[in-house]
Structure formats: structure tokens, C-alpha cells
């Protein structure tokens, strides 16, 4: 090695030999950049400068908020266009809510001359990682996704920017922007206590982060209150009318039964709405009932709900993306407020 050349030169070849060497697996984030500044005796400065010549050589690749990767980056030859004007969009489902999202996001994208690739994990995380193995092959610039609570693995090491929206994982350092929906949630029930509910309930999702802070606002304003309500008042398993209509059924065969319904999801409460009908439980004269996003839905039912501002959850996503794609750091949380939409399905209980 010349030992005349500039620092950042010799340490470049020093990490291009490593990496020749396998000393850095492919799909493993190379060290940072302190520790290689401590372990060659440089500052980071010159560190940085010495990986960004690597990506330079096409020797390894940034992914921004994640780390630098040895190799190319996936569609690399294709920058100027084809694969690389494609953004992955990864939904859990096709519930109108994503619908009304996707519908925001194609919008700011087109703008920039992008196209959306959309898939649908349908609840399963080992189809969100399959998901993900094809975005890479596919060569997207990167992908927005509302990813399911068990699919860390999916996220672990994607050679992509990732960012995502409406849900998160805790295990993963991956941007997010969701709603507050432990507020949201705590502003339904109080507008039920208000009323002179007591005997409230909860429908909401599975294991994801975005249904335990729901659940969490719910029990936080029950219990500011000193309101108990029994365990079998709490359900939770999807967003679907199939389980708003069961769940419904469970809780109205209870031996006290809920005067009032907080439910998770419009749709969920759209099912539970049904139970209702079917059973001549009038609405909400003798049940009370609240959904969740303000979607056409709720407006079409005059629906009580808590409104999610998905025009500014959209182009925050896509902001933190685009971030992404010019190589800037962004801040990992980012919380929008809600607010509650009061209709027709909510009034003080009769007995």
C-alpha cells in the first residue's frame, strides 16, 4: 500500500481488502464508524470519508438510518430508471383505510415521476419476507409499509430504505409516523363516560403496536375515571366485520352486557353495527358505538369516530422517505395528534 496517499485512501484500501477478504459478510452492516475509527486509529471523519469512496467504487452501499453494506445496492445499474422509479408499498390487508393511504401516496409519488408496487402480507409474516426478497430483486428505490408485530425478520437487514406508517416495530431503529391512538382511543372513552356510560367495552386487533396503544387509552381513561370493567369487556383479534359482528356476540352474552362499544377500526364497528340490527339492539339507544379513522365508511353509517389525519400521515411517510432517499437522517418516532368526530351513534345510556 502507498503510504504517500491521502489517510481516507489507505483506510479505503485497507476495508476494500477486508471486504475482498469476507471478513464482511454480505447482508451485514460493516461496522460503524466509530468503532472503525477506533480499531484504525483515525476520527470518524475520516472514516466516513474512506466508506464513501467504497460506495463510490460500487465496493458497498448506504442504506440511510440502517448502515453501510458491502456490494452494490440493489438495482445499482438501474439508477437512471426502470426498477428505480418503483416504491414498495406493503399493506397487511385491503381494508379502505390502506385503500384511502395508498390513494394519498401515489399522488406525492407521481409527482416525482415514482410508481407504487403494492403487495398485501394478508397477516402473515413470512409473506411479508418474501415481500420484502422481492422488492430487493425487483430493485425498488424503497418501500413504506404497515408492517404485522411478528415480521421483524422481514425488516432485520433490508439493503432498503424503509419507513413505516400506521404501525411500527419496537425491536427495529426503522422511522415510523403513526397516529396517537392512546389519546385517540382515552378521547372515545371519555366521551362515553361523559355520557354516563360505565359498563363500556373494547373490539379491537391482535398483537400489534397500534391495537395495544388503543387498548392502553381505553384502560387509562376507565381507570382515571376509577371505572372496572370485567376482562371479558377487552376482545381483540382483527380488523374485519366478521370479527366486529363476533366479538359483539360474545360480549352482549356476558352477564352484564356493555351499554357502550369502542371498537378499533370502522370496519370493526360496521360488524359490530350489524350484531346490533340483527338482535334489535337499537343504536344507540340501547347501545352506544364508536369506530376508528373517520374512513366513508363511518360517515356512510354517521358513525362516531376518532379521526386519523391520513393526508398528513401520507405525506409524512413520504417526507421521511424521500429524506431516505437523499441519504438524511430523520427522527425515528413521528406522532400525529387525533381528534374525535361525534355523529349519531353515541348517546347517554337508558337503564
Same mark, same amino acid.
Given at each position: 500500500?502507498?503510504?504517500? =496517499? ?7 484500501? %485497507? ?20 468503532? %472503525? ?8 471523519? *475520516?472514516?466516513?470519508?474512506? =466508506? ?63 410508481? !407504487? ?22 430493485? #425498488? ?5 404497515? $408492517? %404485522? ?11 432498503? $430504505? ?6 411500527? =416495530? ?8 403513526? *397516529? ?11 366521551? =362515553? ?44 383479534? /382483527? ?27 370502522? #370496519? ?34 354517521? %358513525?362516531?369516530? #376518532?379521526?386519523?389525519?391520513? /393526508? ?28 374525535? #368526530?361525534?355523529?349519531?351513534? *353515541?348517546? !347517554?345510556?337508558?337503564?
Amino acid at each position: 500500500m502507498e503510504t504517500n =496517499l491521502p489517510k481516507y485512501r489507505r483506510i479505503a484500501a %485497507l476495508l476494500e481488502q477486508r471486504l475482498a477478504g469476507g471478513e464482511f459478510p454480505a447482508g451485514e452492516a460493516l461496522p460503524g464508524e466509530k468503532r %472503525l475509527a477506533e480499531e484504525l486509529g483515525a476520527n470518524h471523519l *475520516t472514516v466516513r470519508r474512506a =466508506l464513501r469512496l467504497l460506495v463510490e467504487r460500487g465496493l458497498a452501499h448506504t442504506v440511510p438510518s440502517r448502515g453501510t453494506y458491502p456490494g452494490p445496492g440493489p438495482g445499482s445499474a438501474r439508477d437512471s430508471g426502470g426498477a428505480r422509479n418503483l416504491v414498495g408499498m406493503l399493506f397487511s390487508d385491503a381494508d379502505p383505510y390502506f385503500l384511502r393511504i395508498l390513494s394519498e401516496l401515489e399522488s406525492l409519488m407521481s409527482a416525482r415521476g415514482l410508481s !407504487p408496487v403494492v403487495r398485501l402480507s394478508r397477516g402473515s409474516p413470512a409473506r411479508e419476507v418474501e415481500i420484502m426478497r422481492e422488492f430487493q430483486r425487483l430493485g #425498488v428505490r424503497g418501500v413504506l409499509a404497515a $408492517p %404485522l408485530s411478528g415480521s421483524v425478520q422481514a425488516y432485520r437487514q433490508p439493503h432498503l $430504505p424503509v419507513v413505516f406508517f400506521d404501525s411500527r =416495530l419496537e425491536e427495529l431503529p426503522i422511522p415510523y409516523v403513526v *397516529t396517537d391512538d392512546f389519546q385517540g382511543t382515552r378521547w372515545a372513552v371519555e366521551h =362515553l363516560l361523559g355520557l354516563g356510560h360505565r359498563h363500556i367495552a373494547h373490539i379491537g386487533s391482535g398483537g400489534e403496536a397500534t391495537s395495544r396503544d388503543r387498548l392502553r387509552g381505553f384502560e387509562a381513561a376507565l381507570a382515571a375515571a376509577g371505572v372496572q370493567v370485567p376482562a371479558e369487556f377487552r376482545q381483540g383479534r /382483527e380488523y374485519s366485520r366478521e370479527w366486529g359482528h363476533l366479538a359483539a356476540e360474545r360480549l352482549f352474552a356476558q352477564p352484564v352486557a356493555p351499554t357502550a362499544l369502542v371498537c378499533g377500526s370502522d #370496519v370493526i364497528a360496521a360488524g359490530a353495527l350489524r350484531y346490533l340490527v340483527e338482535n334489535g339492539r337499537r343504536c344507540p339507544e340501547d347501545v352506544s358505538l364508536i369506530g376508528y379513522s373517520d374512513s366513508e365508511l363511518s360517515r356512510d353509517l354517521q %358513525l362516531t369516530t #376518532v379521526r386519523q389525519p391520513l /393526508e398528513r400521515l401520507a405525506a409524512t411517510a413520504w417526507r421521511l422517505l424521500a429524506a431516505l432517499f437523499e441519504g438524511h437522517h430523520t427522527p425515528r418516532e413521528n406522532r400525529l395528534e387525533t381528534s374525535l #368526530v361525534v355523529r349519531r351513534t *353515541t348517546a !347517554p345510556p337508558t337503564v
